[in-house]
């Protein structure tokens, strides 16, 4: 059962910016792709972007494509979700999650999810 722990959220305007960390304690993350997603009040969850193990290819949503960027440094066993020009509409609980298959990360399903970080967007 993977073990990942997200951070990084917060309450900022719209506009504003954060990134979010996605941290595997103690193991490596280095053989998986990894995905971010979130899930708002009342809504399903949602993908939002995958990136490949070695974090040379990467896909968004629609809804992020252009503010939103993934990243990840294997040697920290670390996963990034850098969000710029943040809207009301991008708050949510976000989480990260893995698989072996990079083209299915959006799509696949998921047996465990971990605590997620909110982020809240709003004046």
């Known amino acids: 059962q993977a073990h990942l722990v997200e951070s990084g959220g917060g309450l900022v305007q719209p506009g504003g910016s954060l990134r979010l960390s996605c941290v595997a304690p103690?193991?490596?993350?280095?053989?998986?792709?990894m995905g971010w997603f979130r899930q708002a009040p009342g809504k399903e969850r949602e993908f939002v972007a995958a990136i490949n193990q070695s974090g040379g290819s990467s896909y968004y949503a629609d809804s992020v494509k252009g503010r939103f960027t993934i990243s990840r440094d294997n040697a920290k066993n670390t996963v990034y979700l850098q969000m710029n020009s943040l809207k009301p509409e991008d708050t949510a609980v976000y989480y990260c999650n893995q698989g072996r298959d990079f083209i299915f990360i959006s799509t696949m399903t998921y047996d465990h999810w971990g605590q997620g970080t909110q982020v809240t967007v709003s004046s």
């Open positions: 103690g193991r490596s993350i280095s053989s998986y792709a």
